[in-house]
């Protein structure tokens, strides 16, 4: 058995033997022994004893085993392989149990061991099975050179992490307050009896057959593997993400091993077969310096005193030494280029992922199980379906299916809001965006839930009615996004609409849109009084076809500037200007199309005369019954104020393309507006023509 299986049999053994033994009593007389000592004595001693008895060597005082493991002797000749692993180790777990029980540590684990709590354990036989487990995991692993193999590859890979942060994590979790009440309420859960035993156990299912399924890749490298897509994007360094406390991290290939920046002159890294990646002592998986031995001292990282083995410690007078570190711990030549890749961890997505986490698990919040939640909704319904494996094991399990139950998470809604998210994300505004939203979410909390009420009760009245839905390949969004598309690249119209939005008339909108949308009757405009005549009292069957008069009124405004949308309005071929019993031209067929006068979208020109004419300043222009501008105002309501028949001016505006047609209209037929209006007998169309006409 190799060095490795010994020493994983020989930690199972200490455990068995620390958790089986009597309960320190620290009240004792001191032996002068540590608590490491005392462990690996008593396990020592357990170990020997199962030896002795599986030979029939069981004697009454131990025989020569209670003092050789005292004294911590030589293991003889005749021992197990697993008692002279545990000898050879016996510095390292000695020093590694004290390190774990420290002397203040040692009355609360004496407490812990003598508690009925405990005990307890051993009386429904739960210590045995789960010290028997532990065992069988750890003899199984033995039993499997090429995990032994890994094992001991990984033991080699020192200095691959600053000194600092090595244990940040370990030492973040095990001084974390709540840990015991955490363990304890997990252990609760998934233990049997408890509320997640069943999730616990499918879990242990699904984990099981996916491992069992494993097979190695064939080409572990390739850039197209889930893997390495997705290290490239938790470890690709942005500016944006970094606050200025860097955390160096050395990059590693496929295999684990650290990556180099180069090889060659000025490095300490051998290259004999000239790939760039340095080569390996292929046992331990160390890199060879140039002398073709085992790299000595050059680690990416500064490793602990007395932590490096004897060939790798740096010699005196060692030409491989020649090289330093900067601030930050890295491997550098004489200029100061790193010898080793290295990325800073505080500009990648995992560092900002991780700040960002300590907001989102915060239980006060409980934001990352919300999220879930939702996640969960998003990803579609759940039923029990069945996932075949590539080795023919099955596992049925509670998945996400599709209307029919067949299993398609690529029709998933998940999926349509990570591509949307992914698109918002290229934008190259993305971050004004984002420092928007954050200012809104921040800032105006209140007015955002309000909205997200809206929007939330407006999808319920939605959901009363089921018949009122759109048809999955209706263009209605790939026709709308473009508009929303236009009105957000003009920022004073977007301010415009906004600030429309806030003025008390357009409460009144939703009302009127309602009844709009809700009835079919026909409104037209006194010419006398001007005055609109109609009344909501026709509702549409929606039984019957929507055609004809069986349609609501505003389906009907949407029809017409939709008709209208680039229809062009022109003078017909042929045609001329008579008033006062005179025709322009006198002579000839008459205009051409289109020569006297051209619209070339009406929709633009019916929506235009719906708003007011402005100046640079966004001033209102008023203007006389003749049509002469006026005075520049602030509110249209002004412009009454500004003397009897003045109004505000239609945005829109109709040209005459002939000049001596516009000068008769200005000066010989008693004013534009006044002459247009007369000789067609429509009211509003003038030069500025408005809704009415």
């Given amino acids: 058995m190799k060095i490795g299986g010994r020493i994983a049999l020989a930690l199972s053994s200490a455990a068995l033997a620390a958790a089986c033994s009597e309960p320190l009593d620290t009240n004792r007389t001191n032996s002068g022994s540590t608590f490491g000592e005392i462990v690996l004595n008593l396990a020592c001693q357990r170990m020997a004893f199962t030896e002795d008895a599986r030979d029939g060597k069981i004697t009454a005082d131990g025989g020569e085993w209670p003092a050789i493991c005292k004294e911590g002797l030589a293991a003889p000749p005749s021992a197990a392989d697993s008692i002279k692993a545990l000898f050879a180790a016996r510095p390292d777990l000695v020093a590694g149990i004290d390190g774990a029980f420290p002397d203040e540590f040692l009355p609360d684990l004496q407490t812990f061991l003598t508690s009925n709590e405990f005990l307890a354990t051993y009386d429904d036989e739960t210590a045995e099975h789960a010290i028997d487990s532990l065992i069988g995991f750890l003899r199984l692993m033995a039993d499997d050179g090429e995990a032994v193999d890994a094992l001991e590859r990984l033991n080699w890979r020192i200095g691959y992490r600053p000194l600092k942060p090595a244990l940040g994590a370990v030492r973040s979790v095990v001084n974390y307050p709540g840990m015991h009440d955490l363990l304890l309420s997990l252990g609760e859960a998934v233990t049997k009896g408890g509320s997640a035993r069943g999730e616990w156990e499918n879990l242990l299912k699904a984990l099981g057959a996916t491992l069992r ?19 490239d994007l938790l470890l690709s360094e942005r500016a944006q993400l970094g606050t200025e406390r860097p955390i160096p991290l050395v990059l590693r290939d496929e295999h684990g091993v650290a990556l180099l920046a180069r090889v060659g002159a000025n490095t300490p890294f051998l290259d004999q077969n000239g790939d760039r990646a340095g080569d390996l002592e292929p046992v331990t998986g160390r890199f060879l310096g140039s002398d073709g031995q085992v790299l000595r001292g050059n680690t990416p990282f500064a490793a602990p005193t007395g932590v490096l083995p004897k060939d790798m410690e740096p010699a005196q007078n060692d030409p491989q030494q020649q090289f330093g570190r900067d601030e930050l711990g890295r491997l550098i030549d004489a200029s100061g280029a790193p010898l080793y890749r290295y990325v800073d961890l505080d500009k990648t997505l995992v560092a900002a992922l991780a700040r960002d986490g300590i907001q989102l698990f915060d239980p006060q919040k409980g934001t990352a199980l919300d999220l879930l939640r939702g996640t969960s909704a998003l990803m579609g319904e759940r039923a029990m379906t069945t996932h075949t494996y590539d080795n023919g094991e099955t596992l049925a399990y509670r998945g996400f299916v599709d209307a029919d139950g067949d299993q398609k998470l690529d029709e998933s809604p998940m999926l349509d809001v990570a591509y949307g998210a992914l698109q918002l994300l290229r934008d190259p505004g993305i971050y004004d965006t984002l420092a928007l939203a954050r200012k809104l979410l921040t800032d105006n909390e209140a007015d955002l839930s309000r909205l997200a009420e809206a929007a939330v009760v407006t999808a319920r009245f939605g959901n009363q009615h089921p018949e009122a839905e759109l048809p999955d390949d209706s263009p209605m969004w790939d026709d709308l996004l473009p508009v929303v598309r236009q009105i957000l690249e003009k920022p004073q119209l977007v301010a415009d609409l906004m600030k429309a939005l806030e003025a008390p008339e357009v409460a009144q909108l939703s009302e009127r849109f309602g009844k709009y949308m809700k009835y079919s009757n ?132 109709m040209e005459f393309k002939d000049g001596v047609v516009n000068f008769a209209i200005d000066n010989l037929l008693g004013g534009e507006d006044a002459a247009l209006e007369g000789n067609s007998g429509i009211t509003g169309f003038r030069r500025h023509p408005t809704p009415e006409a």
Avoid at 620 to 643: F, K, M, P, Y
């Fill in 213 to 231: 399924d494993v097979r190695a890749s064939d080409n572990p490298g390739a850039p197209d593997r889930t893997l390495r897509i997705a290290l």
């Fill in 522 to 653: 026909r409104f037209d405009i006194d010419p006398t009084t001007l005055q609109v005549m109609g009344a909501f009292t026709t509702l549409v069957d929606r039984t019957r076809a929507d055609t004809g008069a069986n349609r609501s009124i505003f389906q009907r405004i949407l029809h017409i500037i939709h008709d209208s949308n680039h229809a062009q309005m022109c003078n017909k071929e042929g045609a001329k200007v008579k008033a006062g019993g005179l025709t322009y031209p006198p002579l000839g067929p008459g205009y051409g199309r289109c020569d006297l006068i051209q619209i070339d979208n009406l929709a633009v020109l019916y929506v235009q005369s719906m708003v007011y004419a402005k100046d640079s300043q966004r001033r209102i222009i008023c203007e006389n019954a003749d049509g002469d501008e006026g005075a520049h105002v602030a509110q249209a309501s002004d412009c009454a104020r500004q003397g009897t028949g003045i109004r505000p001016r239609p945005k829109a505006f």
